[in-house]
């Protein structure tokens, strides 16, 4: 029961950066990892990177040394910072994150909460 807004969309130009960010609220105790996730048009969602509550960092192939992806702990917010950006990179972008919830007791189960998704359309 933990909801997600995302925010930073948008069009842009070949070359050129967005900014995407998600918050989460709720009752979360832990969030062990947090992601962005994207899906085009006919295609299936896929990885774009993540991030763990240690800072570990992972990332499509397809994105690396283009994006980065950062999190503050302290607002439960994720970032994800698009440079460089190609019309390959046009899709509905979706946070995750995966967490503890703080009306469960020890040992907390792993839950995940998804994002309503935002529009990133890069033109050439």
């Known amino acids: 029961q933990v909801q997600l807004v995302e925010s930073g969309g948008g069009l842009v130009q070949a070359g050129g950066s967005l900014r995407l960010s998600c918050a989460a609220s709720?009752?979360?105790?832990?969030?062990?990892?947090m992601g962005w996730y994207r899906q085009a048009p006919g295609n299936q969602r896929e990885m774009v990177a993540t991030?763990?509550?240690?800072?570990?960092?992972n990332y499509a192939d397809s994105v690396k040394g283009r994006f980065a992806i950062s999190r503050d702990n302290a607002k439960n917010t994720v970032y994800l910072q698009m440079n460089s950006l190609k019309p390959e990179d046009t899709a509905v972008y979706y946070c995750k994150v995966t967490y503890t919830s703080s009306r469960k007791w020890s040992p907390r189960p792993l839950e995940e909460s998804w994002g309503q998704g935002t529009q990133v359309t890069v033109s050439s």
């Open positions: 991030i763990t509550s240690g800072f570990s960092t």
């Open positions: 709720g009752s979360i105790f832990s969030i062990p990892a």
